[in-house]
């Protein structure tokens, strides 16, 4: 019996005074574990939503990236056809200052031609009249006889 109140204090003794710390100290490392838990759930979490949007960036990006090629490309066919057009433009150009020079040629020419008749024409008159004729007195004559041609 004596053994039995001794126990029966040292259990009383230790639901006072040993249990309540180890039960609070149980309670928070249980606390600690379950924070640590959610802490590891959240991070998780954050790391899903992270993946998520650096995959929507990256799909952001890529699609800029292919507008901007296809700027490129645009503007590279726009160039294209720009210096397309400026070459006709010029060829053009070219073509008719050529035509310009080529008429000036062709009416020098036909000048020099009606030129070298009229004086043709003046020394066979020369000849069929017999007579000479003066070319400074005639040249009027000579003038229209040119033009006539």
């Not at 019996?1 to 639901?15: D, E, K, R, T, Y």
């Not at 960036?57 to 296809?70: M, P």
Request: glycine residues 6%.
């Amino acid at each position: 019996m004596g053994q039995s109140v001794a126990f029966f204090i040292f259990v009383l003794f230790c639901m006072k005074f040993v249990w309540p710390p180890v039960i609070a100290a149980l309670h928070e490392r249980q606390k600690k574990i379950a924070d640590g838990l959610d802490a590891a759930t959240r991070a998780t979490r954050d790391l899903e939503l992270a993946q998520d949007k650096v995959g929507h960036q990256l799909r952001e990006a890529k699609a800029q990236a292919a507008e901007i090629i296809e700027q490129a490309k645009k503007r590279g066919t726009q160039i294209v056809e720009e210096a397309r057009e400026q070459a006709v433009i010029e060829a053009d150009r070219v073509k008719a200052q050529a035509r310009t020079e080529i008429e000036l040629e062709l009416n020098g020419v036909k000048d020099a031609l009606r030129a070298q008749l009229g004086s043709l024409a003046v020394n066979g008159a020369e000849k069929i009249l017999g007579a000479t004729i003066d070319q400074n007195a005639h040249a009027e004559l000579v003038n229209k006889l040119a033009a006539e041609i």
